[in-house]
Nanobody, 120 residues
Framework: QVQLVESGGDLVQSGGSLRLSCVAS????????MGWYRQAPGKQRELVAA???????NYADSVKGRFTISRDNAKNTVYLQMNSLKPEDTAVYYC??????????????WGQGTQVTVSS
């Protein structure tokens, strides 16, 4: 099992910044990809950013140039630096981690979510 604990969500004004953190514990030696999704009220959960164990990153078009995902493998932590926040970034942000079970099978774990609210 893998446990994920997020922190850093808050209420911030438009144009402000926040840094989310997600610490993984448990069976972490086989974790490959990690990242962040978000879900706004009445909307589907969407991918925000992802990072591989090797450091390759992927971003949603809506956050490119504003958000940066990073990873500290020594601390088993993934971060999401969010700058130039907009009201439409308001959502619950969920961290995930993909644990490799075999060459062809992975299992995804989720954190409990952290609320980000951006006021206009």
């Amino acid at each position: 099992q893998v446990q994920l604990v997020e922190s850093g969500g808050d209420l911030v004004q438009s144009g402000g910044s926040l840094r989310l953190s997600c610490v993984a514990s448990g069976i972490i030696f086989s974790i490959n990809g990690m990242g962040w999704y978000r879900q706004a009220p009445g909307k589907q959960r969407e991918l925000v950013a992802a990072i591989t164990s090797g450091g390759s990153t992927n971003y949603a078009d809506s956050v490119k140039g504003r958000f940066t995902i990073s990873r500290d493998n020594a601390k088993n932590t993934v971060y999401l630096q969010m700058n130039s926040l907009k009201p439409e970034d308001t959502a619950v942000y969920y961290c995930y981690a993909d644990r490799r079970l075999s060459d062809v099978q992975t299992q995804r774990y989720w954190g409990q979510g952290t609320q980000v609210t951006v006021s206009s």
